[in-house]
């Protein structure tokens, strides 16, 4: 990597993540600890307006976990994008259900809702929306269409960490929601995820889970009361997040702001598109994108080359999860097989600069 190479992305870090980091190791011992990860739980709940949070090791886990607390198991179908990363399908696969994929919307790359009603089954016993790159599903309809067939929403707000719906922050919609704060998010505890839900049963639930089924009011020393899991996250990890969380207004305005700058800079191209923001929503603007129409025949060999030979990191967009080995094709889902061929996630770290920007943009508009 040179000295000029523009990164795709990078946390943002400051003394006050350092100095939190510092005590969680220097003291976070003993009695304290968990001391910073109740006060991430509790500034986390509170952010995201629900009754729970709790910290998890990665997002992956806070699904596992959701799920498994569900009863989802063996002969179950759950209902998600095609469009999408394996860790929003691997939890289901390790509980012996069936992942059901059907194609997105062309605008917002995530949830069809005529497709997902289309697909329900007798077997149908969740619906996993998805808010790729910070968008945000259609989350009236999903809801409308749960409810019909009494089949819980869940939401992977993983990417969605300052989107909004309507009034409502992502992943406080559905019966329960999933983060992530990966070294690459908008907020980061270097690994790391939380579960949000309002539901307490689901709630208690969980929360025995994590902890290797020992309930919290069991009285016996290390006696499980089922077999369960550790997704569970550090105090050090806690203490990023408390430090990441004081910050996050920032953090995600930032975010618009590049994806604002982005949008503005290539507006001139005509049907090019990137992440939208329909009326009533607010996008957290995780990873700008663009892609390319169709008559460009601009394929995704060519726009990583491109982007190399300028000293730029690309990232690409997800390939269909059907089109993986382990799962079975479905070439029908026609614009998730598309889109991933003629798209690429843009650079847009915190600290991106306008002229790392006008770079960036002087590739795109090669294509073009």
Not at 11 to 31: F, H, K, Q
Not at 76 to 98: K, R
Request: some cysteine; hydrophobic content about 40%; overall charge negative.
């Amino acid at each position: 990597m040179t000295a000029d190479r523009i990164v795709y992305t990078k946390p943002s870090i400051t003394d006050l993540e350092v100095r939190y980091a510092t005590d969680a190791a220097a003291n976070g011992w003993g009695a304290r600890c968990y001391d910073y990860i109740h006060q991430f739980e509790a500034a986390f709940h509170q952010h995201l307006g629900t009754r729970h949070a709790l910290a998890t090791s990665s997002c992956t886990g806070a699904l596992h976990m959701g799920l498994a607390a569900m009863g989802i198991g063996p002969g179950d179908e759950i209902i998600l994008a095609d469009t999408n990363w394996i860790a929003s399908a691997a939890p289901i696969v390790h509980l012996g259900a069936t992942p059901v994929f059907v194609d997105i919307l062309p605008d917002s790359w995530c949830l069809d809702p005529g497709k997902v009603e289309a697909a329900i089954t007798i077997r149908t016993k969740a619906i996993i929306a998805v808010h790729l790159y910070g968008n945000l599903c259609e989350m009236d309809d999903l809801l409308a269409i749960g409810e019909r067939h009494g089949i819980p929403v869940i939401e992977d707000a993983a990417e969605a960490i300052g989107s909004e719906y309507r009034g409502q922050r992502a992943g406080s919609m559905g019966l329960f929601g999933t983060f992530s704060f990966h070294g690459t998010k908008t907020m980061t505890t270097g690994e790391g995820g939380m579960l949000v839900t309002q539901d307490e049963e689901l709630y208690e639930r969980v929360l025995t889970l994590s902890n290797h089924g020992r309930a919290r009011s069991q009285s016996k020393q290390f006696w499980p009361d089922m077999v369960g899991f550790k997704y569970k996250m550090s105090n050090i990890q806690a203490a990023i997040g408390c430090a990441q969380l004081e910050r996050i207004e920032m953090l995600t305005s930032r975010k618009r702001a590049i994806l604002a700058s982005y949008r503005e800079r290539l507006a001139d191209l005509p049907g090019l598109a990137l992440n939208p923001e329909p009326a009533g929503t607010v996008n957290g603007a995780w990873m700008p994108t663009v892609v390319f129409p169709e008559e460009t025949n601009v394929t995704k060999s060519a726009l990583l080359k491109a982007f190399g030979e300028a000293d730029i990191d690309a990232r690409v967009f997800f390939s269909p999860l059907s089109a993986l080995s382990m799962f079975t094709d479905k070439p029908d889902n026609r614009i998730s097989w598309s889109i991933h061929e003629r798209a690429i996630n843009l650079p847009s770290f915190h600290d991106i600069s306008d002229a790392d920007m006008d770079r960036v943009c002087r590739v795109v508009r090669s294509f073009m």
